[in-house]
């Protein structure tokens, strides 16, 4: 199948729904969106990225929806809500699908696609799309593109043999490829979500725990050496779980960082909204994991339980 003749859907038109689902829409991509709160917002001043790396972005004849029953078939769907979401709006996302399907998670943590996948028929596939991106929701149908933008891809399990598995990846990178976003395709996908919960296990729950951006955490002495060692952690229990991965790379990732505007992740702007954080994808499972191989994490399991704390007494009763 052609990518120009792909349906693509996006689920939840957030800050990674609505940009990657924009610049989808901009490259002349048929794109449909299922928006929640974002709805009437949308609907009335169409959807805006204000990007550092592209300039200001506007899509004014926004194919919106209220509900997926109202949605055409999708070729693609890319689901960017909250993992925390993921069983409620599997419903939505079967409903969205047509037959055979191609469902990307644009989604942290661990153990996010092995959740999903019992709750999708069996004729739809299953991928993982990992993005490197730093964007936030300003307000309803508004989002600040700060850096990066790429997205990851990799096949998770569906009705394909390995070369067809190959094919579906390479059409999803196509895809992004033609709407000026850097994509590859990940031969491992489990390898990649590790290599990314690096990052994401220091720098999501450090920043909730200590109100601070990245590079408020890199600049002090004190909270600089805590991330580096919860992040030289996670290292550690992906490499006991028996995956290989770059050298050095935690280092690299502090270098990067650094190398970024000042950037709250997305647990913090959770925090602040009152919204669930996703620590089941980002600590529990993988705390689970490394345990189940032999590997303790003891500051990780310090950092998962204070923020479930917080969790929990942000949460209404029952």
């Known amino acids: 199948m052609a990518s120009g003749h792909s349906r693509i859907g996006i689920i939840g038109t957030g800050a990674i729904g609505g940009f990657y689902g924009l610049m989808l829409a901009r490259a002349g991509q048929d794109v449909h969106f299922l928006l929640r709160s974002e709805y009437a917002a949308v609907t009335a001043r169409g959807l805006r990225v204000e990007s550092q790396v592209h300039g200001a972005l506007q899509l004014d004849s ?61 004729d739809m596939h299953l991928l993982g799309g990992l993005c490197a991106i730093c964007a936030h929701r300003a307000e309803p149908g508004v989002v600040v593109h700060q850096a990066l933008g790429a ?84 290292e550690g229990a992906a490499q006991a779980c028996g995956y290989t991965l770059p050298p050095a790379i935690t280092e690299k990732m502090l270098q990067g960082t650094a190398a970024m505007p000042d950037y709250l992740p997305s647990m913090y702007h959770d925090r602040r909204a009152h919204r669930p954080m996703e620590l089941e994808a980002i600590y529990a499972v993988p705390l689970a994991q490394a345990a189940q191989a032999g590997y303790a994490m003891p500051r990780t399991e310090v950092l998962y339980r204070a923020l479930c704390f917080l969790d929990a007494a942000a949460q209404p009763p029952g």
């Not at 693609?76 to 925390?84: I, R």
């Not at 696609?113 to 709750?119: G, N, T």
Request: charge should be negative; hydrophobic fraction near 50%; include cysteine.
């Open 62 to 122: 926004v194919q919106a929806y209220r509900q997926a029953a109202d949605m055409p078939p999708c070729d693609w769907l890319f689901v960017a809500a909250k993992t925390t979401s993921n069983a409620a709006l599997a419903p939505a996302i079967v409903q969205a699908a047509a037959p055979g399907a191609k469902v990307v998670l644009l989604q942290n943590g661990l153990g996010v696609e092995d959740a999903l996948r019992p709750l999708l028929r069996d």
């Open 151 to 234: 997205v990851n891809l990799g096949y998770h399990t569906g009705p394909a043999d390995a070369e067809q598995r190959q094919r579906i990846v390479d059409e999803g990178v196509a895809l992004f490829r033609a709407a000026g976003i850097d994509s590859t395709g990940m031969p491992s996908l489990a390898q990649a979500r590790w290599m990314k919960l690096i990052w994401n296990a220091a720098f999501n729950g450090l920043s909730v725990l200590l109100d601070a951006d990245t590079r408020t955490l890199l600049r002090n002495d004190d909270s600089r050496e805590l991330v580096r060692l919860v992040m030289q952690e996670v």
